[in-house]
């Protein structure tokens, strides 16, 4: 009998591919939750919105404010609802890439509670980064309306 590795036929490994789709759905899920918990706050407080991208110094931190909005809307009922999924996921990646770039360069801050806070979000956004490549990757799954629509 050849060896085999305890991870080549564990049962971790059958239950991530027996229950595939089901993941990804609810990965597309959790990953679409920070932009809908962003959007949200954002519409709340838009003001205060517009003063942080104003505090970064943003050109017009309005518009700049409305974009982000609308597109974190966009990404967040792409993602949840899987159409257009791996476009979603391309958005998504440039949009937290450049969110990062502009608004977490935590190198910029003082030493301290403001630079680990920064830290913080920088890694989140890398996170965020690794799992819509992931989704790009893996599309959208069965439970999709990219799968309904195309088939």
């Given amino acids: 009998m050849p060896f085999r590795a305890p991870w080549q036929t564990s049962r971790v490994d059958q239950f991530a591919t027996s229950n595939a789709d089901l993941l990804i759905l609810i990965g597309r899920i959790l990953l679409a939750w920070v932009f809908v918990g962003s959007a ?47 476009y979603c996921a391309i958005l998504t990646f440039l949009f937290v890439l450049s969110a990062t770039a502009i608004a977490h360069r935590y190198w910029e801050y003082p030493a301290g509670s403001q630079q680990i806070g920064q830290y913080n979000h920088f890694l989140k956004n890398i996170s965020i980064m690794g799992g819509a490549l992931l989704i790009l990757a893996t599309g959208g799954g069965r439970f999709s309306l990219d799968r309904r629509l195309i088939g």
């Fill in 40 to 86: 949200y706050g954002a519409l709340l407080n838009f003001s205060g919105s517009v003063g942080y991208f104003r505090s970064l110094n943003l050109p017009v931190p309005y518009l700049f404010t409305m974009l982000t909005v609308a597109l974190e809307v966009l990404l967040s009922v792409g993602l949840i609802l899987g159409i257009g999924t791996r």
